[in-house]
Nanobody, 114 residues
Framework: QVQLVESGGGLVQPGGSLRLSCLAS????????MIWYRQAPGKGRELVAF????????RYADFVKGRFTISRDNAKNTVYLQMNSLKPEDTAVYYC???????WGKGTLVTVSS
């Protein structure tokens, strides 16, 4: 069955960095575009970054442009989110999702605070 396991979250000070990972299984990872979403406390889920299956297309939400980088390793069935210059407003649970697959993992919590 489909599984997405996010990891790499934690507590970081403003201006710091984290690298999130999402290990996928149960489907042909290289065939699917992948998306990182986040959900802040008391808010709805929002798209953070998108990467196509062939890595030919990458998109970012305006609020992370220049700070976050999405990447993937199809040999490892893993998608990454490198987050730099973190701000308190980046505090959220971060989820990865495969486009066109209706499955959500448990997410990983990122807390940006001094």
């Amino acid at each position: 069955q489909v599984q997405l396991v996010e990891s790499g979250g934690g507590l970081v000070q403003p201006g710091g960095s984290l690298r999130l990972s999402c290990l996928a299984s149960g489907f042909t990872f290289s065939d699917y575009s992948m998306i990182w979403y986040r959900q802040a406390p008391g808010k709805g889920r929002e798209l953070v970054a998108f990467i196509s299956s062939s890595i030919g297309s990458i998109r970012y939400a305006d609020f992370v442009k220049g700070r976050f980088t999405i990447s993937r390793d199809n040999a490892k069935n893993t998608v990454y989110l490198q987050m730099n210059s973190l701000k308190p407003e980046d505090t959220a649970v971060y989820y990865c999702k495969a486009l066109r697959i209706d499955y959500w993992g448990k997410g990983t919590l990122v807390t940006v605070s001094s």
